[in-house]
């Protein structure tokens, strides 16, 4: 079983984060697997199995469970490193030299794509679908790495 989180913390001026990866049905059906998705109400449903606001305990049972977890740069790939259950981080314009761990399958289609200052908030930075790897390059990466 593969976990996705699809999605970034939401913006509070309701435009889309650009961290969220915009290729997941493309990549969902190139998955030869069951896959549960994980996420918060309000978020858009991509698989079947969906859970909704699980608690830190149940989050944590699920991923000491999985194969492995296909995440964007968000709360997924921290809490997922802090158990030791290593996975794929899709990035864009968030620099995975700050803000990811080395254990994790990085994915970032050009460092050219960086915010300048990582430390501002997102909601001044449009989300751009051209700044992310395409889903064949995760399907690589998790063949390769997640046999």
């Not at 968000?74 to 990811?100: A, E, N, T």
Request: proline fraction near 5%; charge should be negative.
């Amino acid at each position: 079983m593969i976990i996705i989180s699809p999605y970034s913390k939401s913006l509070r001026n309701g435009k889309t984060n650009p961290k969220n990866y915009p290729y997941w049905k493309e990549l969902i059906r190139l998955i030869d697997e069951p896959i549960v998705q994980v996420g918060i109400d309000g978020e858009e449903q991509l698989v079947d199995d969906f859970r909704k606001n699980l608690t830190l305990d149940e989050l944590g049972k699920l991923v000491d469970q999985c194969k492995t977890w296909i995440s964007c740069d968000s709360f997924m790939q921290h809490f997922c490193w802090d158990r030791k259950k290593y996975g794929i981080v899709l990035w864009s314009v968030s620099d995975p030299l700050i803000f990811g761990h080395p254990e994790n399958i990085n994915l970032l289609k050009d460092r050219n794509n960086l915010v300048e200052n990582q430390f501002l908030w997102w909601e001044d930075t449009e989300h751009d679908a051209n700044k992310f790897v395409n889903p064949e390059i995760v399907i690589e990466s998790l063949n390769a790495n997640f046999p």
